[in-house]
């Protein structure tokens, strides 16, 4: 009977030695953002879900999740990651646009006119420059995500460019602040992660976000009305999930196969949810006793008039190949 017991215990240590072997052979891949996880936010979703997909792949790759900034700071990842010392992440693109300014494109006023026209800017000559500038300093992309966003202010709802005069807002990159600083806004530059704080110390009035951000840094605690995107959305940002490059090159076809199967997974599934986050921000904000208003077109060609005069005008002149870029993105109709 001892006999079989030490067998068995035999066995069972054999098989998790195997086991630990077989873990240990996975080659782990580190995956950082800066958004809530496990709460739902979509961008969190997207990684998560290639991540599991990866596993069950059963290439010899595995993708370990680090969110809310638990493993880089969100203004820190793109250099982590063109080091190699970060493997993946999602990123608002236009973070990185101090190092690379064609990438401000991705956030430009007004660029991007719906989630439909999101999807077909995806395919086209546009997208094609900015992925080479993506790739030419070090990354790739895995997933492409387009969130459209809007408008929240403690002081008055946001609607007409005249509204903005004398506020304190955050916008995320520098096409949006040339904008709202010509019609009169004071900007403050920050990551979606800290405008919570920002406005709950008083350091700003006003937030320009996208709307899943409005959902999951609860802004909703901060504010007295919200500007939805409706028809005439000003606000789109393209947040892809990306990979080193020189994390990629290290990688088998197999289990880049795996990666890039895994990453249209996520595409597909973000496509098919990014219409409805906007319904959920406004049900959210609603339900928070917020003041839901939308810019009518009279307002949004009142701003794209001061955007092309800053935003655009600037972009063209001082960035390497701007006309180049806004007239590609402009072509697709």
Known sequence: MQCQTLTALAVALGLSLALSATASANTVLR????????????????????????????????????????????NEQWGALVRGRLDITALPLDYASGRHPEFSATLMPGLVRNHEHAQRLNQSEYMDMIKQVIQDNGARVLADAWLSGGFASSEQCIT???????????????????????????????????????????????ANTSSMSFISFRLYEQVECLTEPGDFALWFMYEPILISEQVWQGLNE?????????????????????????QEMVKVYEENGIEVVRM??????????????????????????????????????
């Open 31 to 74: 995956a950082s953002h800066q958004f809530p996880g496990g709460q739902g936010d979509v961008r969190d979703e997207m990684v998560q879900m290639m991540a599991r997909q990866v596993t069950e792949a059963d290439v010899g790759l595995e993708i370990q999740v680090y969110p809310g900034q638990s493993l880089f700071k969100a």
């Open 160 to 206: 007409s460019p005249d509204t903005m005069r004398g506020q304190n807002i955050r916008a995320a990159g520098p096409a949006f602040e040339q904008m709202l600083q010509a019609a009169g806004a004071s900007i403050a530059s920050m990551p979606s992660s800290e405008v919570y704080t920002a406005m709950q110390t008083g350091v700003l009035d006003a």
């Open 254 to 278: 197999e289990q880049q196969t795996a990666l890039m199967e895994a990453g249209k997974a996520a595409e597909e599934f973000f496509a098919a949810e990014a219409a409805a986050i906007d």
């Open 296 to 333: 009518s077109e009279e307002d949004y060609n009142a701003w794209l008039e001061i955007a092309r005069e800053t935003s655009y005008k600037n972009f063209a002149e001082n960035v390497p190949n701007g006309q180049a870029i806004i007239d590609a993105a402009l072509a697709v109709e």
